[in-house]
T-cell receptor, first 116, second 114 residues
């Protein structure tokens, strides 16, 4: 499968622990997005990368959240000192840019976080 | 800031019934509009999109949507639903510009009864 892959698919952790999620976008896509989805809500934008540069961060992304895309390929999203309110599905999406950009976001299946 | 409002949160239809899901957006500039679908156990995928031109756009699986600029609306329609259309549908708006920051509505769960 050459789509967007996310790991792990499920993570259960205790409050106060740190967690890290990984996203591998479609290989030729230079844009990468992180979204968060809670029950009964649509995906909420967290942050966006063009290659390795993080170009926008939502106010939802508190200081406990950090995202990286060190070589412009895979990305990680780390949550430090997790809180119960962090429980959600974390979605990664990728897309092309420039003239090849059709506007379509290609989503992974998400990483579900449960904070006890 | 852009925002999206979906009117129906949970819709139940019998097979062969017609479907219309409402979507309104707010944004001050030129927008790109999308409907995404999430089938049970699957990832979000694009159903159809509007960038410019003909305001009536057709997507996969017989779905279509009409962009009405004066009403800031982008309603999704299908003349005859099937059980396999059971899914959650998300309307989304993207800013037309250097990059697409896409804002999603809260979604509509469609249940089609055989």
């Amino acid at each position: 499968d050459t789509g967007v892959s996310q790991d792990p698919r499920h993570k259960i952790t205790k409050r106060g622990q740190n967690v890290t999620f990984r996203c591998d976008p479609i290989s030729e896509h230079n844009r990468l997005y992180w979204y968060r989805q809670t029950l009964g809500q649509g995906p909420e934008f967290l942050t966006y990368f063009q290659n390795e540069a993080q170009l926008e961060k939502s106010r939802l992304l508190s200081d406990r959240f950090s995202a990286e895309r060190p070589k412009g390929s895979f990305s990680t999203l780390e949550i430090q000192r997790t809180e119960q309110g962090d429980s959600a599905m974390y979605l990664c999406a990728s897309s092309l840019s420039g003239r090849a950009n059709t506007g379509e976001l290609f989503f992974g299946e998400g990483s579900r976080l449960t904070v006890l | 800031a852009q925002s999206v409002s979906q009117h129906n949160h949970h819709v139940i239809l019998s097979e062969a019934a017609s479907l219309e899901l409402g979507c309104n957006y707010s944004y001050g500039g030129t927008v790109n509009l999308f409907w995404y679908v999430q089938y049970p156990g699957q990832h979000l995928q694009l159903l159809l999109k509007y960038f410019s031109g003909d305001p009536l756009v057709k997507g996969i699986k017989g779905f279509e949507a009409e962009f009405i600029k004066s009403k800031f609306s982008f309603n999704l329609r299908k003349p005859s639903v099937q059980w396999s259309d059971t899914a959650e549908y998300f309307c989304a708006v993207g800013n037309s510009g250097g990059y697409q920051k896409v804002t999603f509505g809260i979604g509509t769960k469609l249940q089609v009864i055989p």
